[in-house]
C-alpha cells in the first residue's frame, strides 16, 4: 500500500501490512500524520521505520507512534546527526517481524551517513538511496556520493530483478529496470565512463 504524503517537499510514505495477521509498519511518514493513520484502520502498527533522518521522512513519526503504540526505528548515525531520537537504532543485517514477514535492514550510506533501504520479500524500500534512473541527491550537508554509488552498486543492485523498487520521491522501478537504465550505476558499472 502506497501513501503519497505531502510536506515541505513531496515525498512518500508507505504501509505495508502483512494479509493474515493485520500487523503493519510505516515507512517514513514524513508529515500528514492522519492522512498515514487513515491508512493504518484496521491494522496493528508495530514499526515505524525511517529510511534517513531528514524531516520529509521523519517528521510525523512522533505522532504515528503516538496514535499506535509502536516502536521508532532509524539508524543511529542519523540520529545523531539530525537529533532525531528512536526507540531503538537499526543497523545492517537487522531483521523486524512483520507478521508471516520479515524487514530486512539494509545499510545504504551515502545520502544521509544513516540512510537505510528495507525488504520485504521483493519489495524493497529505498529512500533517497535509489530513484527510478538516478541516485538520490549528493550535494546536500553530510551527504557523501561516493559511498552512495557503493551502496547503490553493492547492496541494492545485486538483489534480483523482480525486486520492485519503492523509492521515497518519484516512480516506482524494479532492480532489473535499474540495472538498464541507472544513470549513476551504469557509469560505476562502466568504469566511470
Not at 92 to 103: A, C, E, H, M, S
Amino acid at each position: 500500500m502506497r501513501v503519497r504524503v505531502q510536506g515541505t517537499q513531496e515525498s512518500f510514505a508507505y504501509v505495508v501490512a502483512c494479509q493474515r495477521s493485520g500487523v503493519a509498519a510505516v515507512i517514513d511518514p514524513g508529515a500528514d500524520p492522519t492522512k498515514i493513520l487513515g491508512q493504518c484502520q484496521g491494522l496493528r502498527v508495530a514499526h515505524v521505520l525511517c529510511t534517513h533522518g531528514h524531516r520529509n521522512h521523519a517528521g510525523a513519526k512522533e505522532e504515528i507512534r503516538t496514535a499506535t503504540g509502536a516502536t521508532t526505528a532509524l539508524a543511529f548515525a542519523d540520529a545523531k546527526t539530525y537529533l532525531r531520537s528512536a526507540g531503538r537504532y537499526l543497523q545492517d543485517g537487522d531483521r523486524l517481524p512483520l507478521g508471516d514477514f520479515t524487514i530486512q535492514v539494509l545499510a545504504t550510506p551515502g545520502h544521509t551517513p544513516g540512510s537505510l533501504c528495507f525488504l520485504v520479500g521483493n519489495h524493497c524500500f529505498t529512500g533517497d538511496t535509489l530513484f527510478a534512473g538516478h541516485i538520490g541527491r549528493t550535494d546536500l550537508p553530510d551527504a557523501d556520493p561516493r559511498r552512495q554509488l557503493v551502496s547503490v552498486v553493492t547492496r541494492l543492485l545485486p538483489l534480483p530483478a523482480n525486486t520492485a523498487v519503492y523509492p521515497g520521491h518519484g516512480p516506482t522501478t524494479t532492480i532489473g529496470a535499474e540495472r538498464q537504465q541507472n544513470v549513476a550505476a551504469r557509469a560505476v558499472a562502466q568504469g566511470g565512463r
